[in-house]
């Protein structure tokens, strides 16, 4: 569970199962991916990973981490966004008692922008 932890907290965007599973192999090369996904499952029952949804794509990233994603329309892959939201704040404010928050801005990346122009 250690090696899956790992690969996701060490990337830069939101990965998924494939791709964990990909890079889990260089280490592990028995790893099925079954593992993989019952570990990913695990770490997020566990509130040590997050998980968020880019079309059919299942993706995961470090927790606690800015649950906050640029989705590209144009390749369709996430990317997390810096964005820090108080929940104990919007709680204070409001009433509400919140556990946590998924905001998924749309647009396009850095890399879909540069060959568009």
Do not use: W
């Amino acid at each position: 569970m250690k090696v899956v932890l790992d690969i996701v907290y060490d990337g830069i965007s939101p990965i998924s199962a494939d791709q964990v599973y990909e890079l889990a192999r260089r280490q592990l090369p028995r790893i099925s991916l079954g593992t993989v996904y019952r570990n990913l499952n695990r770490l997020v029952a566990a509130g040590l990973i997050s998980e968020s949804k880019a079309g059919a794509i299942q993706c995961f990233f470090p927790h606690p981490y800015s649950n906050t994603h640029l989705e590209c329309r144009l390749c369709g892959r996430l990317y997390s966004v810096p964005f820090d939201l108080s929940l104990h704040q919007v709680a204070k404010e409001t009433g509400l008692s919140l556990d946590g928050y998924e905001l998924r801005l749309k647009g396009v990346c850095k890399e879909c922008a540069t060959r568009c122009t």
